[in-house]
């Protein structure tokens, strides 16, 4: 545990914050598998050819993580004084998230799980 008094706890936490702009999509309805499949395509690419790749990516995840990377775009636009021009996607992941789980019924009186899992995406933009 920290030492100190709170505020001085508060602030050495806040001095390790990262200021990169980012957004994050929590609860997405969408596997963690399924949309590192679009996060591998964009990752180290700069904004705009990001953009592009996701427009014309016939995935469903593609056009969830389109709007995220709008998101951060403006973000960083907006929040940090950021040329878009200059961004690129610094880092991207998808973390798990709950799982709902239903119940389909099968043949004979039994019953099979069905797991619907949610991720939580993140994308990091920094300047060149």
Do not use: W
């Not at 591998?40 to 592009?52: E, H, Q, V």
């Not at 995220?68 to 998230?97: H, P, Q, R, T, W």
């Amino acid at each position: 545990m920290a030492k100190g008094h709170r505020s001085q706890i508060k602030r050495e936490r806040n001095a390790q914050k990262d200021t990169r702009p980012s957004a994050k999509l929590s609860y997405a309805r969408i596997s963690v598998q399924k949309a590192c499949f679009v996060l591998d395509a964009i990752r180290g690419k700069d904004a705009k050819t990001a953009l592009a790749i996701l427009t014309y990516n016939p995935r469903y995840g593609s056009s969830i993580i389109k709007k995220l990377l709008e998101s951060a775009i403006a973000n960083a636009e907006n929040n940090n004084g950021m040329n878009a021009d200059n961004l690129y996607v610094a880092a991207c992941f998808a973390n798990k998230g709950p799982t709902m789980k239903r119940v389909r019924p099968r043949a004979q009186g039994r019953a099979y799980r069905i797991e619907k899992r949610m991720s939580h995406i993140t994308i990091v933009l920094d300047e060149r």
